[in-house]
């Protein structure tokens, strides 16, 4: 158990990871960390990081029958919550986890407390105690606030419960507290949070590189990517009518490091990718408050920055374009054009544009660019000038409007069977889906 000295970001086991219970992401991170763990034969320590969620995602009540009563947040707020149950749902299905969206935000750090009075009496009574409090929880049949509810679970663990009402309201608050302030003053946001040999992930979509440095490094470092399951591949003909389309915006990172995979998918399946021109507005850029929810958004900006800079370095590409105001609306139009030639065509545009704007710095918003690379992908250019000013504008506007009905908020979005997945993590799911008889 952590003293008064503890080290938000070291311990003596290989791996740290911080969850809580009300995030339905840790949920789902849950099981595939231990089975890593247990598979590699290693450690992991489980620490509690209470979310406050409010400070940076609104805050909202609903009644009984699930109608919201009480909401402080903005309509992107909403999208972002709304598209966030939609995706952890999906996930859980493939794992018979249930996850039911909660009727208000939870104070959990008397959950967060409990887990500290379990991981004292061992790691079974641990990661017994984890998995009785998110099951019950996530089905709305737990009160994660009531002490006597939490004593349950953790005799239900095999933990002994004497004296634990009085850690709760004593030592172990103190403990709870002193962990939730070092962690975030060392930039901990989020949850799950995992550190490993000096690196920091925010997400179980960065297992499959945990694991890589967990194992040595060998070879190259994998791509995010989130768990699938395995199915047999749909007869070729069966293959030849899936469609897949992928919503991008030029001047976005993610996009760009979506790309080589999402056409190395396609091509292996025999399909093509309808490609869509989306223009994402961009974060706004952290304040330099000192409250807890410009802090928040600085953390979270400055581990993004860290995260996409190492993911762009492990494919060769330079980050000089991120954090550069860019205007990618002549690109989006350009594609739009090349778009009408045919999916060959389009796809040729799209890599040449994201090669030169990425790898040579080259402007978006540079009318010759665009030009040379519609030429080069054998699109005319008598005609886009015109197409640029006035039609164009109404299709990709029309695009964007129906991309934004769908709940896309940001690219890459994957569109398959009218659903929408946001982020290249999703391809091996989608992968499944595609090749499913």
Not at 45 to 52: G, N, S, V
Not at 123 to 128: M, N
Request: hydrophobic share 40%; with cysteine; net charge neutral.
């Amino acid at each position: 158990m952590p003293s008064v000295e503890f080290d938000p970001l070291s311990s003596s086991a290989p791996l740290i990871v911080y969850i809580d219970y009300k995030s339905p992401y840790a949920y789902l991170a849950v099981d595939p960390t231990v089975a890593m763990a247990d598979e590699l034969g290693i450690e992991v320590d489980w620490r509690p990081f209470t979310l406050d969620i409010p400070s940076y995602l609104g805050s909202a009540k609903l009644n009984k029958e699930g109608k919201v009563v009480e909401e402080k947040r903005t309509a992107g707020q909403w999208t972002r919550v709304k598209y966030a149950y939609h995706d952890v749902r999906r996930y859980g299905s493939l794992r018979g986890i249930i996850v039911r969206g909660t009727v208000k935000i939870w104070d959990t750090s008397l959950a967060g407390i409990g887990m500290l009075w379990a991981k004292a009496q061992g790691k079974a009574t641990l990661l017994s105690y984890i998995h009785r409090i998110y099951e019950p929880f996530w089905k709305r049949e737990l009160d994660v606030e009531d002490v006597a509810a939490i004593e349950r679970i953790l005799d239900a663990s095999g933990a002994h419960t004497k004296r634990f009402r009085e850690y709760a309201s004593g030592e172990g608050r103190a403990l709870h507290d002193t962990i939730q302030t070092r962690a975030f003053d060392a930039g901990i946001f989020g949850v799950p949070t995992y550190l490993v040999d000096g690196e920091r992930f925010f997400g179980r979509e960065h297992l499959p590189r945990i694991r890589w440095i967990l194992t040595g490094r060998k070879g190259a470092p994998p791509d995010t990517a989130y768990e699938a399951p395995s199915v047999a591949r749909a007869p070729a003909d069966v293959m030849a009518g899936r469609k897949l389309a992928v919503a991008i915006d030029f001047k976005s990172p993610y996009a760009c490091l979506a790309i080589a995979p999402s056409i190395a998918m396609a091509t292996e399946l025999g399909i093509a990718i309808d490609w869509l021109p989306m223009i994402v507005t961009p974060s706004e850029v952290a304040a330099p408050g000192t409250d807890r929810a410009s802090r928040h958004r600085r953390y979270r900006a400055d581990y993004i920055e860290r995260d996409l800079r190492r993911y762009l370095a492990d494919r060769g590409i330079p980050a000089t374009a991120l954090n550069r105001p860019v205007d990618s609306t002549l690109a989006a139009l350009g594609l739009l054009w090349a778009r009408r030639q045919g999916p060959s065509q389009a796809q040729a545009y799209v890599q040449r544009v994201f090669d030169g704007h990425w790898r040579d710095a080259t402007d978006l918003a540079e009318a010759r660019f665009i030009e040379a690379s519609l030429t080069a992908t054998g699109t005319p250019v008598s005609g886009f000038a015109a197409f640029a000013q006035g039609e164009g504008r109404d299709e990709l506007e029309r695009i964007n409007s129906q991309l934004r009905e769908r709940g896309s908020f940001e690219v890459p979005t994957y569109v398959f069977d009218d659903d929408i997945y946001i982020g290249r993590q999703h391809l091996p799911l989608l992968r499944a889906r595609l090749c499913q008889a």
